[in-house]
């Protein structure tokens, strides 16, 4: 088990939006319902991309954000819904190291996980497992345009 000054579950998340004022609104709402523990906006970007097959160029805003990797669910379910892009940019990189104080100040200020309904596993007869529980993958959400 990695210790706490190794980065762990931790995770930096960009999202880019239109405005400074709207990343501040963003980070505001996910500061106060603990799925992220703090929020820089970073002012001054000019993006480059392709959207609906034309190329823009366009002043915006970074957030970054810092968080748990167990909450990620609970970003990308939210985000869309405060972020006024049909397809917000959210990509989330894995800390690998940092100061043990800081990530446990970011552990203290999110919310914990929730547990879910404890449910009991379903013991299936299958071929050279009688008995074993059955396991459910998950699918991963994909990450495709990002722009309104």
Same mark, same amino acid.
């Given at each position: 088990?990695? /210790?706490? /000054? ?5 995770? @930096?998340?960009?999202?880019?939006? $239109?405005?400074?004022?709207? &990343? &501040? ?8 319902? !603990? ?5 820089? @906006?970073?002012?001054?970007? !000019?993006?480059? *991309?392709?959207? %609906? ?16 990797? #167990? ?14 892009? %049909? ?8 800390? +690998?190291?940092?100061?043990?104080? *800081? ?5 203290? /200020?999110? #919310?914990?996980?929730?547990?879910? $309904?404890?449910? %009991?596993? !379903?013991?299936?007869? !299958?071929?050279?497992?009688?008995? +074993? ?16």
């Amino acid at each position: 088990m990695p /210790s706490r /000054s190794r980065g762990g579950d931790t995770v @930096v998340v960009l999202v880019t939006t $239109p405005t400074p004022d709207a &990343a &501040a609104e963003i980070a505001r709402a996910l500061v106060a319902e !603990r799925i992220v523990a703090c929020g820089n @906006v970073v002012p001054g970007l !000019r993006s480059v *991309y392709r959207w %609906q097959g034309k190329v823009q160029d366009e002043p915006e805003a970074l957030l970054v954000l810092k968080t748990k990797r #167990r909450l990620l669910g609970a970003l990308k379910a939210r985000l869309p819904g405060l972020h006024p892009y %049909q397809v917000p940019e959210l990509l989330a990189l894995r800390v +690998a190291d940092g100061l043990a104080a *800081y990530l446990d100040w970011v552990e203290e /200020s999110v #919310r914990a996980p929730d547990p879910g $309904p404890r449910s %009991q596993p !379903r013991a299936r007869a !299958r071929a050279g497992r009688a008995g +074993a529980p059955r396991r459910r993958r998950r699918k991963a959400a994909r990450v495709s345009a990002r722009r309104p």
